[in-house]
């Protein structure tokens, strides 16, 4: 047992909380070790047997029942205030993040149309999305930042000063494509300066500006970080052209076809060369969502050991393929054939995945879907899911034999310790008291009528999913009690990277 299992002597005093009789999943470790937790003043002060018995009349004592203790996910992948008005997501999403088990989401964020529909330097723009946002979460949440345009590059440093956001992100595809298919006016849409493209040579600028924060703050340096949404406009463009004037195709499959995977591969490759080029070694490659991706994400760690890069995929991705469900499913890349769900999952078995998230867009049905709702290129792009994170990978992973501490490194530890998340991920002394109690062996059908999120219909729909979130605890206060979000909004905005948490 390491020493992370054993009380804190520092503590100093009697715990607030004992969860006893419960099997503890730590990251790593397939098999849960039955074991009490003890918490006070939101963070873990002992992980091991007895505590319960040990407690004195002011501790409080909660029997888990058996139930798996899994970390608090962290859901590295989300999009609130896309859609919607940013206050209203950050209340109702982070709803939907509870009831499925996560206890942090990160959000992507960018000047432009859509989010704020508003351009400007980043120290005009952060402090609306925190006031915005402010006092509504029920979760801890931080946010990624797109350095859209030359000025935003020259704030990268005080982005990490001023806002603690400590990872930036790149959509390649808008280089020459909309969100949702062909755009006319890309500077119009991003709301940039009419003398500036956004472009690889934006990119390239983009990583030397990161990378230049890594060398100004070294002792941050491993958790600055880029991502990358990988998709090579000029492919998209000629392919869209090239599905829609044959008129074979529908649905998504019609979608897949309109942004093909090769398209996703040759983006990799131009990404990966600029991260060589530019001597920057901390690179996600975001959501990747087939067979070519990975190959393409394998063959550029070959030729560029010396980045250190980090793959990312989507509980849609891993759960669904585009003759399962219909344009509700639309998002980018696009949901793939079965083939491709089959080559993602054997990479998550091979360990070639780091993490796994939700790509959480909350899209309301009357924004979804154009007059004809069955016409896939007038659909908007996106729908949540972060409510079925856990038990998504939970049930497609189990059958494949994927262990608990596996799942646990993919959805907690592993994109809590890339994106500057020191305290959470892990149940561990010091470390967050952010606590799924959760029932694997508990079956439910996925109804959106059942979802917290504000999104009236779900690509889920229909699928049976094993294993029931039952109990959430942030910081070792209930949010989540019998499968339903509990109490008044106390996540808090965590600027990173954060306080060091347990030994790891």
Same mark, same amino acid.
């Given at each position: 047992m390491s020493d992370a299992s054993h009380p804190n002597p520092a503590s100093g005093s009697d715990p607030d909380l004992v969860i006893t009789n419960v099997r503890v999943v730590r990251p790593g470790h397939d098999t849960p070790e039955d074991l009490d937790i003890a918490i006070r003043g939101g963070s873990f002060t002992a992980i091991a047997s007895g505590l319960a018995a040990e407690a004195s009349g002011s501790t409080k004592v909660i029997d888990g029942g058996a139930l798996v203790a899994f970390p608090g996910l962290v859901d590295a992948h989300q999009h609130w205030g896309i859609y919607n008005p940013l206050?209203?997501?950050?209340? @109702?999403? !982070?709803?939907?993040?509870?009831?499925?088990?996560?206890?942090?989401?990160?959000?992507?964020?960018?000047?432009?149309?859509?989010?704020?529909n508003r351009s400007g330097p980043y120290a005009g723009f952060m402090p609306e999305v925190l006031e915005r946002s402010a006092g509504r979460a029920h979760v801890d949440h931080a946010f990624h930042v797109a350095p859209m345009m030359r000025e935003h590059i020259d704030e990268i440093p005080s982005l990490i000063t001023d806002f603690g956001v400590a990872s930036f992100k790149i959509f390649m595809f808008y280089g020459g494509y909309g969100?949702?298919?062909? @755009?006319? !006016?890309?500077n119009e849409f991003l709301m940039i300066p009419d003398d500036e493209s956004y472009d690889s040579a934006h990119f390239e600028f983009v990583m030397r500006g990161v990378q230049a924060a890594r060398e100004q703050f070294p002792d941050l340096a491993d958790q600055i970080s880029l991502s990358l949404h990988c998709e090579a406009a000029e492919i998209m463009q000629a392919y869209t052209d090239l599905v829609q004037d044959r008129g074979e195709l529908s649905g998504l499959e019609a979608y897949s076809a309109s942004r093909p995977p090769h398209s996703e591969g040759l983006a990799i490759s131009i990404a990966s060369y600029l991260a060589h080029e530019t001597d920057l070694p901390t690179i996600n490659l975001l959501h990747l969502s087939s067979a070519k991706a990975m190959d393409a994400a394998r063959r550029m760690a070959t030729a560029f050991p010396e980045v250190d890069f980090r793959r990312e995929v989507t509980v849609g991705h891993l759960t669904r393929d585009y003759t399962q469900t219909g344009v509700g499913a639309k998002v980018n890349p696009p949901i793939r054939s079965r083939d491709d769900v089959e080559a993602l999952w054997d990479s998550v078995l091979a360990g070639e995945v780091d993490w796994i998230v939700s790509d959480h867009a909350c899209c309301r049905d009357e924004m979804k879907f154009g007059d004809d709702r069955d016409d896939v290129f007038l659909a908007k792009s996106g729908f949540g899911g972060t409510e079925y994170l856990l038990a998504g990978v939970h049930t497609e992973g189990r059958r494949r034999g994927l262990g608990l501490g596996r799942m646990a490194d993919l959805l907690c530890a592993n994109p809590a310790a890339r994106f500057g998340l020191n305290g959470k991920g892990r149940i561990e002394v010091g470390a967050d008291a952010d606590l799924v109690l959760f029932d694997p062996d508990a079956t439910f059908t996925v109804a959106a009528a059942d979802s917290e999120s504000t999104q009236e219909y779900t690509p889920?729909?229909?699928?049976?999913?094993?294993?029931?979130v039952e109990q959430v605890f942030l910081r070792g206060v209930q949010i989540v009690s019998d499968g339903e979000v509990v109490g008044e909004p106390t996540g808090q905005y965590l600027r990173r990277p954060t306080a060091h948490g347990g030994d790891s």
């Open positions: 206050e209203e997501d950050t209340a @109702s999403e !982070s709803r939907a993040c509870a009831q499925g088990g996560v206890t942090t989401g990160i959000t992507y964020i960018r000047t432009g149309q859509y989010y704020l969100l949702h298919g062909k @755009s006319s !006016s890309q889920f729909e229909g699928m049976e999913l094993s294993g029931r």
